[in-house]
């Protein structure tokens, strides 16, 4: 029997949710740099959305992409406790901070694609959460 075989499934459908919740982002930011001026901005001023593009930005947006990568490999690989705590806490994290990105998509104009992106990666954090709190422990 191969590793596959053995994984639970519980853990295989959240390293698949982190992975959706990181291509949601990308998405995100792939269709921003298709909204007219963007680029423009960006090469002339050295800002998005107004705001300054700077290393401490480009470390945030590095570290927030890097971790549901590692979220993915590590649902795959910790043990049951130490994965379902894991889950648990990052993804609550992560929901909190979609929570933040929601209440400001409801304070300011934002596109429909962002929207939908925001959400999405709300409700996936959220799935997270809920599958690893299901998630049977071993004795």
């Not at 909204?35 to 945030?60: F, R």
Request: include cysteine; charge should be negative; aromatic fraction near 10%.
């Amino acid at each position: 029997m191969g590793r596959w075989e053995v994984l639970e499934d519980w853990k295989i459908k959240i390293a698949a949710l982190w992975l959706i919740y990181n291509v949601a982002g990308l998405i995100a930011v792939a269709l921003m740099f298709m909204e007219p001026g963007v680029v423009t901005e960006l090469a002339e001023e050295g800002t998005i959305a107004g705001a300054k593009l700077g290393p401490e930005m480009l470390l945030a947006g590095a570290v927030t992409l890097l971790i549901p990568l590692v979220m993915a490999f590590l649902s795959l690989t910790l043990k049951d406790k130490m994965n379902r705590w894991t889950n648990i806490i990052v993804g609550i994290v992560y929901t909190v901070l979609g929570i933040a990105d929601f209440a400001e998509v409801c304070t300011a104009e934002f596109p429909a694609y962002a929207i939908l992106m925001i959400v999405s990666q709300f409700v996936v954090a959220a799935l997270i959460v809920w599958y690893a709190w299901k998630s049977k422990q071993k004795a």
